[in-house]
C-alpha cells in the first residue's frame, strides 16, 4: 500500500466520523486515463478533500512555501503534489502539471488561485484554461460546501466532464483564455448551487 492510499485511508474515516463527509458523482469520475479537476476554494483542507472523494491519485499543486516546512514538505512530495510559485509565471510547474496529464494521471486545481474566507465563488484565473486546452483531457468540476466544524457536513459534488470544444483554437489569446475560464467557472457555480 502507498503512503498517498495510506494517508487517504485514514483522513476518509476521520472525514467520516467527524464532519459527516458526503458525496456525489463519483461515477462521473473516469476509472483511467488523464483528468483535470476544477473546483472552489474554501479551506486549507480542500485538496485532502478532494482526494478523500475520489478514487484515484489526485496531483495538486501547492504553494512553494509549504514545501520549505521540513516534515510537511517531504510528506506533500511523497504523496505525488508539487510547488508552485505564486509570484508569478511558474514554467516548471506548468512542465509538471502537462507531464503528468501525458502521463495518465489527476491534475488537481484551484481556479481562485487562493481560498475564498466569503465562501463565495471568485473569478477563476487563466491557469486551469490553459491547462485544459493545451492538454485537451477531460475536465470535471467540483462543488465543495462545508463550514469545517466538527461534526458539520462536508459536501462533495462531482460534476458531468465539461465540452471545451468550441473553445479550442490552433492560438489561443488571454481573451480565450478568459473566456474558457469564466465558462469553466460556471461549471463550478453550478455545482455548488446543487448542494445549498
Same mark, same amino acid.
Given at each position: 500500500?502507498?503512503?498517498?492510499?495510506?494517508?487517504?485511508?485514514?483522513? &476518509?474515516?476521520?472525514?467520516?466520523? /467527524?464532519?459527516?463527509?458526503?458525496?456525489?458523482?463519483? &461515477?462521473?469520475?473516469?476509472?483511467?486515463?488523464?483528468?483535470?479537476?476544477?473546483?472552489?476554494? +474554501?479551506?486549507?483542507?480542500?485538496?485532502?478533500?478532494?482526494?478523500?472523494?475520489?478514487?484515484?491519485?489526485?496531483?495538486?499543486?501547492?504553494?512553494?512555501?509549504?514545501?520549505?516546512?521540513?516534515?510537511?514538505?517531504? /510528506?506533500?512530495?511523497?504523496?505525488?503534489? /508539487?510547488?508552485?510559485?505564486? =509570484? !508569478?509565471?511558474?514554467?516548471?510547474?506548468?512542465?509538471?502539471?502537462?507531464?503528468?496529464? *501525458?502521463?495518465? %494521471?489527476? $491534475?488537481?486545481? /484551484?481556479?481562485?488561485?487562493?481560498?475564498?474566507?466569503? &465562501?463565495?465563488?471568485?473569478?477563476?484565473?487563466? =491557469?486551469?484554461?490553459? @491547462?485544459?486546452?493545451?492538454?485537451?483531457?477531460?475536465? +470535471?468540476?467540483? !462543488?465543495?460546501?462545508?463550514?469545517? *466544524?466538527?461534526?458539520?457536513?462536508?459536501?462533495?459534488? +462531482? =460534476?458531468?466532464?465539461?465540452?471545451?470544444?468550441?473553445?479550442?483554437? %490552433?492560438?489561443?489569446?488571454?481573451?480565450?483564455?478568459?473566456?474558457?475560464?469564466? @465558462?469553466?467557472?460556471?461549471?463550478? *457555480?453550478?455545482? $455548488?448551487?446543487?448542494?445549498?
Amino acid at each position: 500500500m502507498s503512503l498517498y492510499t495510506f494517508a487517504r485511508v485514514l483522513i &476518509k474515516g476521520y472525514l467520516k466520523t /467527524f464532519y459527516k463527509l458526503k458525496v456525489y458523482g463519483v &461515477k462521473n469520475i473516469p476509472k483511467e486515463g488523464p483528468l483535470i479537476l476544477i473546483s472552489n476554494h +474554501i479551506s486549507n483542507f480542500d485538496p485532502v478533500v478532494i482526494a478523500c472523494s475520489v478514487n484515484r491519485k489526485v496531483h495538486f499543486m501547492a504553494k512553494k512555501e509549504l514545501f520549505d516546512i521540513p516534515i510537511l514538505g517531504s /510528506f506533500l512530495k511523497k504523496v505525488g503534489q /508539487f510547488p508552485i510559485n505564486r =509570484g !508569478g509565471s511558474d514554467r516548471k510547474a506548468i512542465k509538471t502539471a502537462l507531464d503528468l496529464l *501525458k502521463e495518465q %494521471e489527476v $491534475l488537481g486545481i /484551484f481556479p481562485e488561485g487562493t481560498r475564498s474566507k466569503d &465562501k463565495e465563488l471568485k473569478p477563476g484565473l487563466p =491557469g486551469a484554461a490553459l @491547462f485544459a486546452l493545451k492538454s485537451d483531457v477531460k475536465v +470535471i468540476p467540483i !462543488g465543495i460546501d462545508s463550514s469545517y *466544524k466538527w461534526f458539520q457536513p462536508i459536501i462533495v459534488n +462531482i =460534476g458531468n466532464p465539461i465540452q471545451l470544444d468550441s473553445f479550442k483554437k %490552433e492560438k489561443v489569446s488571454s481573451e480565450d483564455l478568459t473566456e474558457t475560464m469564466t @465558462f469553466m467557472m460556471a461549471q463550478i *457555480k453550478k455545482q $455548488l448551487e446543487e448542494i445549498k
